[in-house]
C-alpha cells in the first residue's frame, strides 16, 4: 500500500514528520548530518517548510537549535507521558507570548467551532512553537513513532487510519527493510 514517495524529501531534506514542529525536530538526522548548522541551512530549510524566509524575523542559530532541542525532548515527553523540563515549556511560552493570535469562527462536523488564529507575527519560531501546541491541544501523542529502522534517527506522527505506520519513509528506510528481508529468505532456502 505504501509506495515510496519523492514528496518525503524536499531539497534533500526530510519532510515526512507529518507535522511542521516534527519536520524541525528532523532537520538534524544522524545519517546526513545539521541541516541547521549555518544561518543558510536554516533559510534554505525554512524556504523547503514554506516559512517565512525573511532573515530579519528569523531568530538567531542558537535560539533556533535551543527550540528544536526543546522540542525533540518534548516529543520523547509526549511519546513516553513523563514530564517535561521548565525550561522547555518556558522557551515555548515565551515564544507564544510574542505572537498576536485571534479567535476564529468555523462550521465544521455540523457545529459552530472556535479557534484561536495566529496572525503570524512572531517570526517562523514562534510558527513552529504555535504548531506543537495546536498538536498538543488536538492531537494523540500514542500516534508518536521512531523509525522503525534502529540506525534511522527519524521520527513522525503516524497518520494512517490504522495507526501501523513503522517508517519515516518507504523510499529511504522501508525499502531497504523490504530488500533486507528478501535477502534473507532467499538465503534461507537456498541453505535449506
Ligand atoms: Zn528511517
Given at each position: 500500500m505504501n509506495t515510496p514517495q519523492d514528496?518525503?524529501?524536499r531539497d534533500g531534506m526530510?519532510?515526512?514528520?507529518?507535522?511542521l514542529w516534527i519536520d524541525f525536530v528532523n532537520s538534524a538526522p544522524v545519517a546526513l548530518?545539521?541541516?541547521?548548522?549555518t544561518a543558510e541551512g536554516w533559510q534554505r530549510w525554512r524556504a523547503a517548510a514554506r516559512?517565512?524566509?525573511?532573515?530579519?524575523?528569523?531568530?538567531?542559530l542558537a535560539a533556533t537549535h535551543a527550540l528544536r532541542g526543546s522540542l525533540s525532548r518534548l516529543f520523547e515527553n509526549l511519546m513516553s507521558g513523563t514530564a517535561p523540563q521548565p525550561g522547555d515549556l518556558a522557551r515555548l511560552n515565551g515564544l507564544l507570548a510574542a505572537q498576536a493570535t485571534h479567535p476564529h469562527l468555523e462550521w465544521r462536523d455540523g457545529t459552530l467551532k472556535v479557534e484561536e488564529r495566529s496572525s503570524?507575527?512572531?517570526?517562523p519560531l514562534a510558527a513552529i512553537a504555535a504548531d506543537f501546541v495546536d498538536f498538543a491541544a488536538?492531537?494523540?501523542?500514542?500516534r508518536l513513532r521512531h523509525c522503525a529502522n534502529p540506525e534511522c534517527s527519524l521520527v513522525f506522527y503516524d497518520t494512517a487510519r490504522n495507526g501501523t505506520r513503522r517508517w519515516c519513509s518507504m523510499a529511504a528506510c522501508g525499502n531497504r527493510h523490504k530488500v533486507r528481508s528478501h535477502r534473507m529468505r532467499v538465503a534461507a532456502v537456498s541453505s535449506s
Amino acid at each position: 500500500m505504501n509506495t515510496p514517495q519523492d514528496s518525503d524529501f524536499r531539497d534533500g531534506m526530510p519532510f515526512l514528520g507529518s507535522r511542521l514542529w516534527i519536520d524541525f525536530v528532523n532537520s538534524a538526522p544522524v545519517a546526513l548530518g545539521d541541516f541547521l548548522a549555518t544561518a543558510e541551512g536554516w533559510q534554505r530549510w525554512r524556504a523547503a517548510a514554506r516559512l517565512d524566509t525573511d532573515k530579519a524575523g528569523a531568530g538567531d542559530l542558537a535560539a533556533t537549535h535551543a527550540l528544536r532541542g526543546s522540542l525533540s525532548r518534548l516529543f520523547e515527553n509526549l511519546m513516553s507521558g513523563t514530564a517535561p523540563q521548565p525550561g522547555d515549556l518556558a522557551r515555548l511560552n515565551g515564544l507564544l507570548a510574542a505572537q498576536a493570535t485571534h479567535p476564529h469562527l468555523e462550521w465544521r462536523d455540523g457545529t459552530l467551532k472556535v479557534e484561536e488564529r495566529s496572525s503570524g507575527g512572531g517570526g517562523p519560531l514562534a510558527a513552529i512553537a504555535a504548531d506543537f501546541v495546536d498538536f498538543a491541544a488536538h492531537h494523540e501523542p500514542a500516534r508518536l513513532r521512531h523509525c522503525a529502522n534502529p540506525e534511522c534517527s527519524l521520527v513522525f506522527y503516524d497518520t494512517a487510519r490504522n495507526g501501523t505506520r513503522r517508517w519515516c519513509s518507504m523510499a529511504a528506510c522501508g525499502n531497504r527493510h523490504k530488500v533486507r528481508s528478501h535477502r534473507m529468505r532467499v538465503a534461507a532456502v537456498s541453505s535449506s
